[in-house]
């Protein structure tokens, strides 16, 4: 350590740890202060004492010193409490209930928010999760999903049906290029007015975005044509119409960056700033009495990232592919087994079964599955043909063989049953365009794709899509040699506890460098260990 010049002096009763594992259990002690002192030993830390002037009696030289942080001081108190939850975290949503109610649940009893992965599902699943809810964490803070589904517009309106129904209080909000009017239905049938006459917004949105343009949608009131449409049809009041020219139409916005599923690959450090001016801007501008929060995601799986995330701004964190390899989460153990197992380089991007004819791809584990390169020879050829009757007769066969294993014709058939139950008007559409029943029918493998891999079908382990990003290399990197190693002891709360305590004290360390003390690195590298395990243990893991 490089001890720089000082005028103070420190005195304790207790006599400063100069080990490493010492100094780890000091500064691993967030809810206690961190005093770094010069000793005849060498350097030293403690937690307990206090600095005095220099000259008095018994006092060692004091190199730095950092104040007690408990991880909830990380980030914005106002979304602890606009949430009601102890820490400035949220679970982000991963669809077809991969990020499941028993994920939601586990993390509510913790304090964490959690958003239920309901994109894909069809609304009676969601429901049933909804009354888990309301029977196991009652008055308990959850999100819920909505992702824009721009050729599946029946099963948005649905899934904002049945939010009001069940009265759900926070939307997650994904994927949006523009606001639907299902999205702005949601946030104004929540709109009443206060005591003081000021407007209300009992319904909270989540937006989810990696683009300005759809961040300022999401940072503004909602357009006034949509809202005198909602009038018209008797979907919100008078009332509600007025109040929302007073509101953003999101509460939180998600800045989300290299991330696993829908992402533009965009680096943190340099779109988190644009969004934070621009929130700063659109501030200035309506004035809002409570301030549109900015939230960080992509990229997060490990501590050091979650640090530099709150460091560069961020009211709060979210989480996603690391989730996906817990024990609560709804992907099967084939699938959990190949997360554990991922590197920082293996992801790929691939054609998105909800937007596959507008051509937008999402990230998806390239490691152990031929699911990255099947799907996008299936974009290429629904691009260079008219309909599946145009499509050469040895590559026809070539995907009946390998890629569907059955014919074609066949699988359209199951696409038809599929959509007369969930959507008819996709067949309606499709009933005179060659080219949209090939979409469709390509989109049944990249659909079927994804179930295979969250029910863990052994037969189709190639085929597997799996919503990934770099962040669970980098996780998987920070518990080698740990208890997290294992996807059977990776349970969320877990994680999430301890990401947001190796935060905090990462947060520390960089304080301390700040001071000119230079940490070695066994002592400033937070390592999990079992949060029922006593603070000493944390030492025991160097």
């Given at each position: 350590?490089?001890?720089?010049?000082?005028?103070?002096?420190?005195?304790?009763?207790?006599?400063?740890?100069?080990?490493?594992?010492?100094?780890?259990?000091?500064?691993?002690?967030?809810?206690?202060?961190?005093?770094?002192?010069?000793?005849?030993?060498?350097?030293?830390?403690?937690?307990?004492?206090?600095?005095?002037?220099?000259?008095?009696?018994?006092?060692?030289?004091?190199?730095?010193?950092?104040?007690?942080?408990?991880?909830?001081?990380?980030?914005?108190?106002?979304?602890?409490?606009?949430?009601?939850?102890?820490?400035?975290?949220?679970?982000?949503?991963?669809?077809?209930?991969?990020?499941?109610?028993?994920?939601?649940?586990?993390?509510?009893?913790?304090?964490?928010?959690?958003?239920?992965?309901?994109?894909?599902?069809?609304?009676?699943?969601?429901?049933?999760?909804?009354?888990?809810?309301?029977?196991?964490?009652?008055?308990?803070?959850?999100?819920?999903?909505?992702?824009?589904?721009?050729?599946?517009?029946?099963?948005?309106?649905?899934?904002?049906?049945?939010?009001?129904?069940?009265?759900?209080?926070?939307?997650?909000?994904?994927?949006?290029?523009?606001?639907?009017?299902?999205?702005?239905?949601?946030?104004?049938?929540?709109?009443?007015?206060?005591?003081?006459?000021?407007?209300?917004?009992?319904?909270?949105?989540?937006?989810?975005?990696?683009?300005?343009?759809?961040?300022?949608?999401?940072?503004?009131?909602?357009?006034?044509?949509?809202?005198?449409?909602?009038?018209?049809?008797?979907?919100?009041?008078?009332?509600?119409?007025?109040?929302?020219?007073?509101?953003?139409?999101?509460?939180?916005?998600?800045?989300?960056?290299?991330?696993?599923?829908?992402?533009?690959?965009?680096?943190?450090?340099?779109?988190?700033?644009?969004?934070?001016?621009?929130?700063?801007?659109?501030?200035?501008?309506?004035?809002?009495?409570?301030?549109?929060?900015?939230?960080?995601?992509?990229?997060?799986?490990?501590?050091?990232?979650?640090?530099a995330a709150f460091a560069m701004g961020a009211a709060y964190v979210v989480t996603g592919s690391v989730n996906q390899s817990c024990v609560e989460s709804g992907a099967s153990k084939a699938t959990k087994a190949l997360l554990a197992e991922a590197g920082i380089a293996d992801c790929e991007m691939a054609p998105a079964a909800d937007m596959f004819e507008?051509?937008?791809?999402?990230?998806?584990?390239?490691?152990?599955?031929?699911?990255?390169?099947?799907?996008?020879?299936?974009?290429?050829?629904?691009?260079?043909?008219?309909?599946?009757?145009?499509?050469?007769?040895?590559?026809?066969?070539?995907?009946?063989?390998?890629?569907?294993?059955?014919?074609?014709?066949?699988?359209?058939?199951?696409?038809?049953?599929?959509?007369?139950?969930?959507?008819?008007?996709?067949?309606?559409?499709?009933?005179?365009?060659?080219?949209?029943?090939?979409?469709?029918?390509?989109?049944?493998?990249?659909?079927?794709?994804?179930?295979?891999?969250?029910?863990?079908?052994?037969?189709?382990?190639?085929?597997?899509?799996?919503?990934?990003?770099?962040?669970?290399?980098?996780?998987?990197?920070?518990?080698?040699?740990?208890?997290?190693?294992?996807?059977?002891?990776?349970?969320?709360?877990?994680?999430?506890?301890?990401?947001?305590?190796?935060?905090?004290?990462?947060?520390?360390?960089?304080?301390?460098?700040?001071?000119?003390?230079?940490?070695?690195?066994?002592?400033?590298?937070?390592?999990?260990?079992?949060?029922?395990?006593?603070?000493?243990?944390?030492?025991?893991?160097?």
């Amino acid at each position: 350590m490089n001890r720089p010049q000082t005028p103070l002096l420190w005195q304790g009763e207790q006599y400063p740890s100069t080990d490493p594992a010492g100094v780890y259990q000091v500064l691993a002690e967030l809810e206690r202060p961190c005093f770094v002192v010069h000793t005849p030993r060498g350097i030293g830390a403690a937690c307990e004492g206090r600095p005095v002037p220099a000259g008095a009696a018994d006092g060692l030289p004091l190199l730095a010193a950092v104040a007690p942080l408990p991880p909830h001081r990380l980030g914005s108190a106002a979304f602890l409490a606009a949430h009601g939850v102890r820490q400035p975290y949220l679970a982000g949503a991963m669809a077809g209930g991969i990020a499941s109610a028993d994920l939601v649940v586990a993390l509510a009893r913790e304090g964490f928010l959690a958003s239920f992965g309901a994109a894909g599902l069809l609304p009676e699943s969601i429901e049933k999760a909804l009354g888990r809810f309301a029977a196991e964490i009652p008055g308990l803070p959850y999100a819920v999903n909505l992702i824009h589904s721009p050729s599946e517009e029946r099963l948005e309106r649905e899934a904002v049906e049945l939010f009001l129904r069940h009265g759900v209080r926070c939307v997650e909000a994904s994927a949006f290029m523009a606001l639907s009017p299902h999205i702005v239905r949601y946030r104004l049938a929540g709109l009443r007015q206060g005591p003081d006459g000021q407007p209300v917004a009992e319904h909270r949105v989540i937006a989810k975005i990696s683009r300005t343009e759809t961040a300022e949608r999401f940072m503004r009131p909602a357009p006034a044509a949509t809202v005198s449409a909602l009038l018209a049809q008797g979907l919100i009041t008078p009332l509600q119409a007025e109040l929302a020219k007073y509101v953003p139409m999101a509460d939180d916005i998600t800045v989300e960056a290299d991330s696993g599923g829908h992402t533009d690959r965009r680096p943190l450090p340099a779109l988190l700033p644009s969004i934070l001016r621009l929130r700063d801007s659109v501030q200035r501008e309506h004035r809002y009495p409570a301030p549109i929060r900015v939230g960080a995601a992509g990229g997060l799986g490990t501590p050091i990232a979650v640090a530099a995330a709150f460091a560069m701004g961020a009211a709060y964190v979210v989480t996603g592919s690391v989730n996906q390899s817990c024990v609560e989460s709804g992907a099967s153990k084939a699938t959990k087994a190949l997360l554990a197992e991922a590197g920082i380089a293996d992801c790929e991007m691939a054609p998105a079964a909800d937007m596959f004819e507008l051509g937008v791809e999402l990230q998806v584990l390239k490691k152990g599955t031929l699911f990255p390169m099947r799907a996008k020879k299936l974009y290429e050829l629904y691009q260079a043909h008219g309909g599946l009757e145009e499509l050469p007769v040895e590559e026809r066969a070539r995907l009946e063989a390998q890629v569907f294993r059955r014919p074609l014709e066949e699988v359209w058939q199951e696409c038809v049953g599929y959509f007369s139950r969930r959507d008819p008007e996709q067949l309606a559409r499709a009933q005179d365009s060659p080219k949209r029943r090939m979409a469709l029918v390509f989109r049944w493998y990249l659909g079927m794709s994804s179930r295979w891999s969250t029910v863990g079908d052994p037969d189709r382990t190639l085929d597997y899509q799996v919503w990934c990003g770099p962040a669970m290399g980098s996780f998987n990197d920070w518990v080698t040699a740990s208890y997290l190693k294992a996807p059977g002891n990776r349970r969320v709360a877990d994680v999430a506890h301890h990401l947001m305590r190796g935060a905090a004290f990462h947060t520390r360390v960089a304080a301390l460098r700040t001071a000119g003390v230079q940490l070695p690195a066994a002592v400033a590298d937070y390592r999990p260990v079992p949060l029922e395990s006593p603070v000493a243990a944390l030492g025991g893991a160097l």
